[in-house]
């Protein structure tokens, strides 16, 4: 656990988030500040700065927050829905625990890459 780090505090259960499922290794919850129908984070228990980092460290434990994605998503409604890593200040990440965005009911006609 890092100290001062608000994701590892929410896998401590000493701050409160709406979760919405959990495996030995991942948590998944809802974002505080949703951006879209669905917005869930699945993060990592295990504390690294970004998901890169997690992944190159810990390829199961990467492996393993994908899929949950994929789960959440499934389990929440959405058989089509969109992943995003923030990585960097610069490109927007502001909680420098690896995560993941799972975001559902977007319109795709509207997305920066589509
Ligand atoms: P990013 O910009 O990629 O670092 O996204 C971090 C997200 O984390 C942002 O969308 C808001 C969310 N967030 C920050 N603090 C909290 C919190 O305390 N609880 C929950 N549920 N989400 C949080």
């Given at each position: 656990m890092a100290t001062d780090c608000i994701f590892c505090k929410i896998v401590a259960g000493e701050i409160p988030a709406e979760k919405v499922a959990e495996t030995d290794t991942t948590l998944a919850f809802r974002d505080i500040?949703?951006?879209?129908p669905l917005h869930v984070l699945v993060i990592p228990k295990v504390h690294h700065p970004d998901a890169a980092s997690l992944a190159s460290a810990e390829p199961q434990i990467a492996a393993e927050v994908l899929s949950q994605a994929g789960v959440v998503a499934r389990q929440e409604g959405y058989e089509d829905y969109n992943l995003v890593f923030n990585t960097g200040a610069g490109a927007?990440?502001?909680?420098?625990h690896a995560h993941v965005h799972v975001l559902g009911g977007l319109d795709a006609s509207k997305l920066f890459l589509a």
């Amino acid at each position: 656990m890092a100290t001062d780090c608000i994701f590892c505090k929410i896998v401590a259960g000493e701050i409160p988030a709406e979760k919405v499922a959990e495996t030995d290794t991942t948590l998944a919850f809802r974002d505080i500040n949703p951006k879209a129908p669905l917005h869930v984070l699945v993060i990592p228990k295990v504390h690294h700065p970004d998901a890169a980092s997690l992944a190159s460290a810990e390829p199961q434990i990467a492996a393993e927050v994908l899929s949950q994605a994929g789960v959440v998503a499934r389990q929440e409604g959405y058989e089509d829905y969109n992943l995003v890593f923030n990585t960097g200040a610069g490109a927007g990440q502001t909680v420098f625990h690896a995560h993941v965005h799972v975001l559902g009911g977007l319109d795709a006609s509207k997305l920066f890459l589509a």
